[in-house]
């Protein structure tokens, strides 16, 4: 079994990661996503 997972020390990386930050930021604000997860996430356990 192989498991991938991204090299975080990589510029690529850190590029990527801005690129879809940006993206969310401009998708939704920090409310609306705080409450997606909010109804999103099992609080019952």
Do not use: P
């Not at 510029?11 to 705080?34: G, K, Y």
């Amino acid at each position: 079994m192989y498991i991938w997972a991204s090299d975080t020390k990589r510029q690529v990386f850190a590029e990527e990661m801005c690129r879809q930050l940006a993206l969310t930021e401009e998708i939704m604000d920090e409310e609306e996503a705080l409450g997606f997860i909010e109804s999103a996430f099992d609080w019952g356990g």
